[in-house]
């Protein structure tokens, strides 16, 4: 049954993971990845019963599944888990060997898919902001066959003519194994990669393509046959709020300033942590 309009950016984005996710599927998350990991588990419970995830949080492997929390996010990663191995065995070795499907954030992208996750400015040594780091990324970018990325707020600052530092690789001709990103995800719309050159192919609902024109900054292909996202059914939406996210981590993603302050100490008080 159609949910209508009836929710939020942070949803519809979740809902597009899950629905990307085929059944017996590894999915590898990143730290602080909680609209990541919704989506994960929404595939999960929806349609992909055998999924199963490699996190960085506690470097472990699951499948089994727990509702998402902030300060008991080891009932997910760490008492779930399969089993654990070093985080430099996961990306060096474990995940290029694996080839999952991750979603990866970046701070900066190009239209050839390159990304940046490092620092913001031309003199990487003395940057206008240094940026939280690139993990695995240089690692398991130069060798995945199925790399996603997602911005949950879409900004010529994101997408941007020339990242200013290479930290994950996209379509460059330096590759020598693997490809470039596949599939991007934004809070406006869905993007893929045509020989090698970004391309909207869906606008979420209610969104224009001139609206994702305007807040690209890079070049930007235009499908010549643009769908529509279809919106969250009621029964994914169900799930997601009342199963797999209840405290509601999955927004963390999409706020920023106060309204991100005010969020983080609302779950933690729901939790009991404060």
């Given at each position: 049954m159609p949910a209508g309009n009836d929710y939020t950016v942070d949803e519809i984005m979740a809902v597009c993971i899950a629905r990307r996710l085929s059944d017996e599927a590894t999915v590898a998350?990143?730290?602080?990845?909680?609209?990541?990991?919704?989506?994960?588990?929404?595939?999960?419970?929806?349609?992909?019963?055998?999924?199963?995830?490699?996190?960085?949080?506690?470097?472990?492997?699951?499948?089994?599944?727990?509702p998402l929390g902030l300060a008991r996010t080891e009932a997910l990663w760490l008492d779930k888990a399969l089993t654990t191995v070093g985080f430099i065995t996961v990306a060096a070795d474990l995940l290029p060997r694996l080839h999952p499907i991750e979603y990866l954030r970046p701070a900066q992208i190009d239209a050839q898919g390159n990304f940046n996750n490092l620092a913001i400015g031309e003199d990487y040594w003395h940057p206008r902001m240094r940026l939280p780091g690139s993990g695995g990324i240089p690692d398991v970018s130069v060798v995945y066959n199925d790399m996603h990325l997602y911005v949950p707020r879409h900004s010529r600052a994101v997408f941007v003519a020339r990242v200013d530092v290479v930290s994950g690789l996209g379509h460059s001709p330096a590759r020598r194994r693997g490809r470039g990103p596949v599939y991007l995800l934004s809070d406006l719309g869905q993007f893929d990669w045509v020989d090698g050159r970004l391309r909207l192919f869906a606008c979420h609902p209610g969104v224009t393509v001139e609206r994702v024109v305007a807040k690209t900054g890079c070049e930007l292909l235009i499908a010549s046959d643009l769908?529509?996202?279809p919106p969250p059914t009621a029964e994914e939406l169900r799930l997601l709020r009342e199963e797999i996210d209840p405290l509601g981590l999955r927004k963390l993603e999409t706020l920023g300033g106060a309204a991100r302050k005010a969020l983080l100490r609302e779950i933690l008080a729901q939790e009991g942590a404060l």
């Open positions: 998350q990143g730290i602080a990845t909680p609209l990541v990991a919704a989506g994960y588990l929404l595939a999960k419970l929806m349609h992909a019963p055998n999924l199963r995830f490699a996190s960085a949080i506690g470097q472990g492997i699951c499948q089994d599944w727990a769908a529509e996202t």
